[in-house]
């Protein structure tokens, strides 16, 4: 927790950097000694090049990005940023911005655009809420690779059936597709459900969504003799 200029309580995250790219040392230095008061990391660079070249860690982080840099507009570096996809949250900063360069930015995925000069506090206010959007994007990032792990724990089968629940199909229907006993798909069912650590029908079938299992359901298996045993 961190007390901003304005003297309200603010949560940073634990380990955040804020990144500053601006070809002017005094607004370099400023912003960097504005964020350091409140006890914000931050690493400066007077050219897109350097931050590009510098070894990001694996921290919350948000970037402070000037517009119009020497040879180089800030709207080209935010296109080489989604190129390489670095999904770091955007707030630029200008001293020549007008509407149609700020819409472009927004709609290219900027977290915010502030005129210069701005206000300290609408600063930190845009930092803190770019990086409590870095922080909800991580965490979102660490629970779907979590899904994923499990998923990947399922055999083929247990695949098929979970993709076929998740797009609202019975067991029977789901049986009478791929050629099961009813008794079988609910085997696979129940295995799958285990291994996803899903803990109801309803949280099962919320897990197949978030992995998107009801876009692009598994192709139904080759139909063969129904045998009441475990279908393997």
């Not at 804020?18 to 000694?33: C, L």
């Not at 840099?69 to 670095?86: N, P, Y």
């Amino acid at each position: 927790m961190r007390i901003d200029p304005a003297g309200r309580s603010v949560k940073i995250a634990e380990g955040a950097i804020v990144y500053i790219v601006d070809d002017d040392e005094s607004v370099r230095e400023a912003v960097e000694a504005l964020l350091r008061s409140v006890g914000v990391s931050a690493e400066t660079f007077s050219c897109a090049q350097d931050f590009f070249a510098y070894p990001m860690p694996d921290v919350p982080a948000c970037l402070v990005l000037d517009v119009r840099l020497r040879g180089q507009s800030g709207l080209v570096v935010q296109q080489q940023i989604a190129a390489q996809q670095m999904r770091i949250p955007i707030i630029f900063v200008t001293a020549h911005g007008d509407i149609a360069m700020s819409v472009r930015a927004m709609k290219a995925g900027a977290a915010d655009f502030l005129a210069k000069p701005f206000r300290d506090q609408d600063l930190l206010d845009a930092v803190t809420q770019a990086l409590a959007g870095d922080v909800e994007r991580r965490a979102a990032d660490r629970s779907f690779a979590e899904l994923r792990r499990r998923y990947e724990l399922l055999t083929p089968r247990e695949r098929h059936v979970m993709a076929r629940v998740v797009n609202g199909l019975r067991n029977r229907q789901i049986a009478h597709e791929m050629n099961l006993s009813e008794n079988t798909t609910k085997f696979h069912r129940n295995q799958a459900m285990k291994k996803m650590e899903s803990k109801s029908l309803v949280d099962f079938v919320l897990m197949g969504g978030v992995l998107g299992l009801q876009d692009a359901p598994d192709a139904p298996l080759a139909r063969r003799p129904v045998k009441d045993s475990d279908g393997a």
